[in-house]
């Protein structure tokens, strides 16, 4: 998807002679020695018929043997090789391709014809939607069922496989004897890739291609694959650990987050709050397109906190990378509380000492005006003129509110969603109108990015919606999000951290971060308008129309970025249905 596309995976059969080029039989048999041919000589081409270059990238074995991999390693030319090749071309931010890769090994490779098959993957993407490293080939096998030989692409130099406005992942389908593609499919049903195996076998086999089988339906809509997406979507499983906060499942801590959350004398406004921009009664939103209930009006919409403690990053553009940090970047906004850690550390031993003792344990001497002034953050002058164990000390007060609220925030939950329960096997949870209306979601490619209990891969998107007004301009999203992310004092690396361990590799701003931003997830979306970024959009009809027709044109002054093409222009016949299936989506939100 970014820059243009997005992590891309190409899973193409490897052959397991790794290769060489003389080996034994793969059939169970007697060795029988074999010298391969050399590749197929062009012309080459991506079309039906055409003959696939011959490519070589960094990658690691189906064992996790790093090593180059190359498309050669695919060809059958000796006894016992699989003469059918599938090349999967995936993203590992994708839904629709995490869930096919998952499913190998009881689905393609199951079937009669499964020992004729090989799977070769490239990853030109990681999760994020960055282009990927060595070690993503790694990480994306351990996502597959069974592992396949893998390679990177950050170049993705696969791009003239990819078909215009396809949906992932896309598949080629090979006869391996020759590299010649027999089918280009874009996010096909497990049944149409079966069938297409099953034609390049009976042209192998000097034989008839066999009629397609009547596809079997779950609740007479969702083919295999789909269903296994349906049943993904079922939220039951608590939010993981958090060892980055010691505190994050503390009772006591839970609860002085409560107060620290709702608390306005955090600011020296005394009318700014957590709770200012992130209502219950508005699913821990505010209702407005960009929120005006701090010190000054901020320029993005304020999201939904509902189901916060499952997201990989916080905020639109991802400038956060827990919970606790998140929840330290408002206060010392200058547009939102217009505070400091000083003047919060003052407040917190002001009002909330006991509760504050019984879990973070003693606070700093704040009653000593000589060491700690009434506010002042990192700039400012009473701060910089504090004794370094002072500043510490200070901070470290500042760092455990964030805790305390990210404690709180991860009780947040949502129950009593139908899909939950359609998901769970209870087919009268939804209507049939819902049910046809999932059916269009998945028509529409829009699971590639929404999936799994919270419908979001977490990963940065450019679709351009538009920033929510003239006066800022363009907002790069993620591209300016990731120097902030680097600077920042309380990421999961820094000795604020209760596990260090957690750190990532810092990401890099590039052309593909350009008017990214975090795909929302979208439990309550109906109750959560106004949409985008920019709030611009009150009605969910209108935010399906502009994601089909590619998002803002060119040269709009309110967004920037080229629209990914990986979202495909639905037929307008779709909206309507989707926008009936993602008015089902609403939970009783609980705290």
Not at 99 to 123: I, K, M
Not at 583 to 589: E, V
């Amino acid at each position: 998807m970014r820059r243009g596309a997005p992590v891309l995976l190409l899973l193409l059969g490897a052959c397991s002679s790794g290769g060489s080029n003389a080996h034994g039989g793969r059939d169970g048999g007697a060795a029988v020695s074999c010298i391969e041919p050399g590749y197929p000589a062009g012309p080459y081409g991506a079309s039906a018929g055409a003959t696939l270059s011959d490519r070589t990238w960094t990658g690691a074995t189906a064992d996790g043997v790093t090593q180059p991999v190359s498309l050669h390693d695919a060809l059958a030319g000796c006894p016992g090789d699989p003469p059918a090749l599938v090349v999967r071309i995936d993203a590992a931010w994708c839904g629709t391709c995490r869930s096919y890769a998952a499913h190998a090994r009881t689905r393609l490779l199951a079937s009669d014809v499964g020992s004729r098959v090989r799977l070769f993957d490239v990853v030109a993407f990681d999760r994020d939607n960055a282009p990927a490293s060595a070690g993503d080939a790694k990480d994306w096998q351990a996502s597959e069922d069974p592992p396949t030989e893998t390679a990177v692409d950050p170049a993705f130099t696969v791009s003239d496989l990819v078909p215009p406005s396809s949906q992932l992942p896309v598949m080629l389908v090979v006869d391996a004897r020759t590299m010649t593609i027999a089918a280009t499919l874009a996010n096909p049903s497990e049944d149409a890739l079966e069938q297409a195996v099953r034609g390049v076998l009976a042209s192998v086999d000097g034989v008839a291609a066999p009629d397609a089988p009547a596809p079997v339906l779950a609740d007479g809509r969702f083919t295999r694959d789909q269903w296994d997406l349906v049943s993904q979507m079922e939220l039951s499983d608590p939010p993981a650990p958090d060892t980055s906060n010691q505190y994050a499942d503390s009772i006591p801590a839970g609860a002085l987050g409560a107060k620290l959350f709702a608390e306005t004398k955090l600011s020296p406004s005394n009318t700014v709050a957590c709770r200012s921009c992130h209502e219950a009664t508005l699913q821990m939103s505010d209702g407005f397109p960009t929120s005006p209930e701090g010190v000054g009006r901020v320029p993005r919409n304020s999201p939904s906190l509902t189901l916060v403690a499952y997201t990989r990053w916080a905020f639109w553009d991802g400038r956060a990378d827990s919970l606790w940090s998140q929840a330290l970047g408002p206060p010392e906004n200058a547009n939102e509380f217009g505070s400091s850690r000083l003047f919060i550390a003052h407040a917190v031993a002001q009002l909330y000492a006991p509760e504050y003792e019984t879990v973070f344990g003693p606070l700093p001497p704040l009653d000593d005006a000589s060491r700690f002034p009434p506010s002042g953050k990192p700039g400012d002058p009473a701060y910089e003129a504090m004794a370094p164990a002072d500043q510490q000390a200070v901070t470290q007060v500042f760092v455990d509110v964030g805790k305390a609220i990210e404690a709180y925030e991860r009780t947040f939950r949502g129950v009593g969603a139908g899909l939950d329960a359609y998901a769970g096997g209870l087919a009268s949870a939804l209507t049939d109108a819902q049910k046809d209306g999932l059916l269009a979601f998945f028509q529409a490619g829009c699971a590639q990015c929404h999936y799994g209990p919270r419908l979001t891969d977490d990963a940065f998107h450019v679709l351009r919606f538009p920033a929510g007004s003239l006066q800022n301009g363009a907002d790069p999203g993620r591209q300016a999000g990731i120097p902030q992310l680097v600077a920042s004092d309380f990421d999961l690396g820094s000795a604020w951290s209760d596990d260090t361990s957690l750190a990532r590799i810092a990401p890099v701003a590039g052309a593909w971060t350009l008017g990214a931003f975090k795909t929302p997830q979208i439990r309550n979306v109906a109750l959560t308008a106004p949409y985008g970024h920019g709030g611009n959009y009150e009605n969910l009809a209108d935010v399906v129309e502009l994601i089909r027709t590619g998002g803002l044109p060119a040269g709009s002054a309110l967004t920037e970025g080229t629209t990914e093409p990986w979202v495909v222009s639905f037929d307008p016949s779709l909206d309507a249905p989707i926008t009936t299936f993602l008015q089902s989506l609403d939970m009783n939100f609980t705290h």
